[in-house]
Structures are given as C-alpha cells and as structure tokens.
C-alpha cells in the first residue's frame, strides 16, 4: 500500500485547481499610469495561494487527527450548577468591575467598548430569535434601522430627548417585527431566511430613498446625545438657560465625560436586556419559544398558538435591536443608510453563532470579541473578512454549538432522584 | 390535591349527548382516497377505539380530527360544536388532545418541564407580572409545579421529574405524552397507538391507567390500538377500518365475531 503518492497526486490537483481560480483574482493587478491602466500578470500571489492549498491539503489528514482530539479535550463549558450566591457575587462583581473600568481606561477603548456593547445587546436580542424561538432571521438589522431613525426623526421633528424616546422606539421596533412577522412566520427555515434578508434591504432601500423623511444617503445629522436627567454633557447648553454636567457639579469641562457616560449608558441599557431576557426565558412564554423551536406540531397538539408565539419572540428580538438602535444613533450623532447594511445583520448572526445559539453569556462574549479584535488590530484591517470566515469555517469543523454552548436554565421539580421506575 | 387535577363534571349520568361527532369523513390526498364517509358518535367518558389494519387511514381520522389536515368533506362536531377545518390549536383549547404514533416530546427540555409546557392555555399570568416575579406570578408557577406533580405520580414518573424527557425509557415517554395531555384537562383523549412498542406489563398499566383516567377524570378516550387484547378489554365500542372505509362498528363481542373484520384481518381462506 503506497497512500503517500495518492494524497500527492490529490494535493497537486487541487493545487492545480486553486492556481486556476485565484489567476483572475490574485494573478492580475491593475497599473495606473497617469491616464492610462493597464493589467499585468503577477505570478507570485498565485504560486503562494497553490503552495498554501497543496500544503493544507497534504496536512488534511494530521489534521482531522488533531482536530478529533481537540473535539475531545476541549470541553471547556462553565460549571452549571454554580450555587446560586456565588453565581451573584461573581455578576456583582463583574458589573462592578465593567462600571469603573472605563473611568481607568483610555478614550479610545471606552469608544470601542460602547461600541462592543451595543453589538452584546443587538447579539442578545437576535439570540432570542435565533437560538431560543430557532428562528433565522437575516434581516435583523431592518429593526436597529428603525430603532435609530425612529429616535432620530422623533428628535428632530418634535425635540423630544432619549429618554422619552427610548421606549418609543422600542415600540416602534416591535410593530415593524410584528407587522413583518405576521404575515411570515408561517414560513419555516430557509424561506423564512431569504424574506427577512428582503425586508432588511427593503428597509435600507426606503431610508436611502425617501429623500424628504430620512434624508436619504445624506443621513440625519446632529442628533442629541442622552442627558443624565436633563444635565447635557456639552461645553455650553444648546438650549437657553440649560445647565450642563460641568458646570452643575462644578468640574472643569472634559470630553471624555462623554465618552464615559455613554459607555455607562449602554452598560445599563445591555444589563436592562439581560435582566429582561433572563426573566423571560424563565417564563411560560420563554419555555413556549423553546418547545416550539423542539416540535411545533406537538405544541399545537397541546393548544399553543404558534403564530402567535413565533410573533413574541419576533417582536421582542425587534424591540431589542430598536433599543439599540436608538442608542447608536445618540451615540454617533449621524446616522445614514449605510450603517444598516446587509453585513451588520451578518455581523450579529455570527455573534449568536460564534458565541453558541442560546448561550448569553457566549453571545456577550463573541460581541465583545467580534467588535474589539478588529479595533486592536488594525493593521491586519484589509484581512478583516478574511479572517472572520476562517474563524466561522474552523467553528463549524470544532465546535459547531458554539464557544459556550447554552446550558438551559432548568425547571426541577424538588423531589428526590431514584432508579428508573 | 386531586381537585386541582380533576374536572368536576356535575351529572355524569348526562351520556346521552355525544361529545365528538363525526359524520361522512372524507380525506382525499390526490388520488388516494385515504378516508371514505367515515361515520362515529363517542359519547362522555366513552372509549371508543379504531382498529383496523395497517394503512386503513385511522391517523389521518385522527388528524382530522385534530385539525392538522383540513378534511375534504364531511362533519366534526365537539359538543355540538363543529371544529373541522379550524387549526389544531383552537382545538386543542377546546378539550381535544392528542398523543402522537411516534412520540412527541420536548426532548431536551425536563420531564416536569413538558408538562408546564402543556399548561401554556391554562395560564393566569401577564407578561409584566412575569418580569417582575410578582407573588401571584409566584403562586401560579407553584400551582403549575403542583398540578405536574400530581400527574407524574399519577403515571409513577415522578421519580424522574427532572431528566431529561428524551433520556427516558419508551414507556415512559408513552406515560408522560398521556400526562402531558390530561394536564390541559381535555373533554376527548385521543391515544394514537399508545400501546404500540410497550411490554406486555407497561400494556396491562396502560389499561389501568385508561380507565383510571375515565374513571377519576371524567375524560373520554378516542383510541387507535393493534393490541387486540388491550382493545378488546378496554373498548366500549370499536370502529373497524379497512381501505379508508369504515366496515363495522360495535361492542367488543359484535367485532370480535363479524365475519367482515374476521376477513379484513384474516383474508379470504
């Protein structure tokens, strides 16, 4: 038996056919010359992209070896029956932890940290329609859109602030999820997939083009930040008479005031969801999403409403995105079409798939990881796609549930545990 | 206990209206004519039972029944009710619950778990009451957690409440699909093979366990079953199919002897 010259022979072919797909990709670069451009071959990206395949095809084998061990000794997962004081003190500690850290950090990496929490909250969300109700929706962020230009345009046109606004918008978010999940949710799987992918580009379409409301590609701009009950946090009050953060505690003007607060700001807002989550899943109606993502017909055997459950947990993950969707558009103070594209509903897909579907905390983790990595490392900016799907494609061979796949809250009836009757 | 479990029906002697009527059932899938006229009355804390052979459409009588086809013509009336054509859901709510041929738990969800699951209708509490962890949220959560204790004893799971559903044994998970639905507090049962796939003990507690249900429950029990034993001992009255039609209806004795059945399981000698 000589295996060596097969998986050669194998490795060459796929080589050979790797070099033919990236010629046209890799192979050719565009010269500009003043007016002129001109292709020209350069061999060398190619050749590289050939010796990578051939080696990693060579490597395959070793690899599904290690890659079963892996599945093996990797079965890191938190301890789940934590008792339940211990479990408090170490969130206590936590949320403690995560209050002050931005008042030692940088500007720059609180900016970054609001901007991972507000991805924590989107991922939340989405993860109650994914992984709870199990169902994908690929057009999630039509509902931060509305979230944000809800917030935005209610400002604009009738001055009203965040506050007042917040809860507005999540009630706007959750109509537009019902008012799409109504007629949808009958559709199952894949088709569900592509009309919420449809919904999500329609509602990006309508902002770009209903020029006279949303101000089209232009965007919206000067949106108000959030107030710490009514204080501004601003240089000068913009309105006549206002006090501002400053100047009502006596401190010298600082911009990273702002900055702090916002991040405090979505801290709460992320702590509010989770809390909110946590209590739901726990409830009847969480326990209907999951047992209708387990079997529908047995749950409308037993008299539960399936439109009507699918709707709840569509809307709520809605509510969430337009919760968070108001908060990016204080935060930025700008938002345009261009921020609810297609790859921000991927984007947070594959935080809930990154982090294990049903899992928070691994949710809250794939966020953070998913939205600070890319800011670290900048100069790997260009391989940015690159990299995040080398990462899905590596999950999916190792560990297809997830980082922290979800250990379901248990329900146990206190009785004590015997042999099988 | 058992008042929380069980319906009080006033007058039980009040038999004579029928609970379920079917009339002229018909279901055609294409052209297969699946169901032909089938006819039947069960009446209150009734057990009827469909036996027939294999392919004769007693599931697809039952799922036209339960509203998970929409039957090509004919008539389903619950108390007085005509349900046909309504989603099974609806129906559901309307005391008529079913088990599955192949059973249908909530695998991965706890054995108490599916049985608060099957109380889903029955709930008194909002969805802010919920959130906060109000005490009559509370309440009912223990109310709940009661009424699921009282029906795993009463299927002797209550041992292992807290496994897994889809780690029990078959004939465990046969009970707790039973109790699962007795929890809704259904006026008509219907058993899809509920024997099919038990030892001949789990068979004989299963006999009990029916007309205990009747008996304490005031349930009546619409059941498919090819254990003829089960059926013979237990049924008040049989429907036999055969091809979709209906060939024979009647007491157990009737069945046993008419010479239609004898050929339709037998064949021509």
Redesign the interface.
Known sequence: MKPMPRHLSEAALVALLAGLLTVPILGIQIQVEGINVSLEGEPWPVVLAMVAVFVARLLQVPLKAISSLVHITHRLSLPTHLPKAYFLGLLALAIIAAAIWPFTASRGSVDIATLALIYVMLGLGLNVVVGFAGLLDLGYVAFYAVGAYGYALLSMHFGLSFWECLPLCVIMAAMTGCLLGFPVLRLRGDYLAIVTLGFGEIIRLLLNNLDELTGGPDGIGNIPKPTLFGLEFARRPSIEGGTTFHEFFGLDYSGADTVIFLYLVALVMTLFILY?IN??IR???G??W??LR??E??????????TTIKLSAFGFGASTAGFAGAFFAARQGFINPESFTFIESAIVLAIVVLGGMGSQIGVILAAIALTALPEMARQFAEYRMLIFGLVLVLMMIWRPQGLLPAT?P????P??????? | MSELASRTISTPAVVNRPLLQVWELSMRFGGLLAVDKVTFEVRPRQIFAVIGPNGAGKTTVFNCIGGFYRPTSGSVLLDGHSIQGQPSHRIARLGLVRTFQNVRLFKNMTVVENLLISQHTQLETGFLQGLFKTPKYRRAETKALERAAFWLEKVNLLPVANREAGNLAYGQQRRLEIARCMITQPKLLMLDEPAAGLNPQETRDLDRLINELRAEHNVAVLLIEHDMSLVMGISDQILVMEYGRPIATGVPEQIRTDPRVIKAYLGEE
Do not use: H, Q, T
């Open positions: 909110v209590r739901l409830m009847p109606v326990r209907a999951e047992a387990e079997d017909i047995a749950c409308r055997s037993l008299g539960l409403n399936p379901r248990r329900l146990e009836l009785v004590r545990e015997e042999g099988s009757s």
